[in-house]
């Protein structure tokens, strides 16, 4: 790997970093390039404006959400639907714990900068699309193998979303057994809300 490959990755991991902690507006160039071991001039170099590397680092992360929410799905697809979503939650639980990709992009979202306000909405309402889409599948199959109630299955994919989200963005609040253990108590009442009978 090139010198300039890794000067580039190491950037994108002090920028996001820096962006996590301060957001946008307080994150400072000058702060990302004396974590990389570089003068600000270099790090300028490699990223013409913070804007661009706030942009190639949400970029990056959108990109590897994405793939991620692909994944989980194709891995439990054939679990019976109690399982399959209790699968699911747990993954996506323990995804979001500790990641600090995540925290960057529920800071944006919460504080984002005006100049991207509306691509970062944009790309949030994505990833919720395609989240409750698969979501939504999966709450068919269910009803078909009535294994669940024949409830509007995008209803409860959005509310099993709803659900999930709520308690990734308690990460900072509590440790992820008891993130967990919260969760598994909450799917214990969406559960006996859906199950088949």
């Given amino acids: 790997m090139g010198q ?5 990755e190491r950037i994108i991991k002090a920028a996001l970093e820096e962006f996590s902690l301060h957001g946008y507006e307080g994150a400072r160039m000058e702060k990302i390039a004396s974590k990389v071991g570089i003068n600000k001039a270099s790090l300028y170099f490699y990223f013409k ?3 661009q590397l706030f942009r190639e680092l949400f970029d990056i992360i959108v990109k590897k959400h994405y ?23 747990k993954d996506y639980l323990k995804y979001h714990w500790g990641n600090t990709e995540m925290d960057f992009w529920n800071m944006i979202y919460y504080y984002p900068p005006e100049q991207m306000k509306e691509e970062i909405i944009h790309f949030t309402q994505d990833s919720y699309d395609l989240f409750t889409a698969e979501l939504t599948s999966v709450m068919k199959k269910g009803i078909e193998k009535k294994e669940l109630q ?32 919260h969760m598994d108590s909450c799917f214990e009442v969406f559960w006996n809300g859906i199950k088949g009978v």
Avoid: H, W
């Fill in 4 to 8: 300039g490959v890794d000067t580039k």
């Fill in 67 to 89: 793939n991620y929410l692909t994944n989980i799905f194709n891995k439990y697809k054939d679990l019976p639907s109690r399982k399959l979503l209790s699968s699911i939650y």
């Fill in 150 to 181: 024949p409830l509007n299955p995008a209803d409860m994919a959005a509310t099993f979303y709803y659900l999930v989200t709520c308690i990734t963005l308690s990460t900072g609040l509590m440790s992820m057994e008891q993130g967990l253990s």
């Fill in 49 to 51: 404006s913070k804007e």
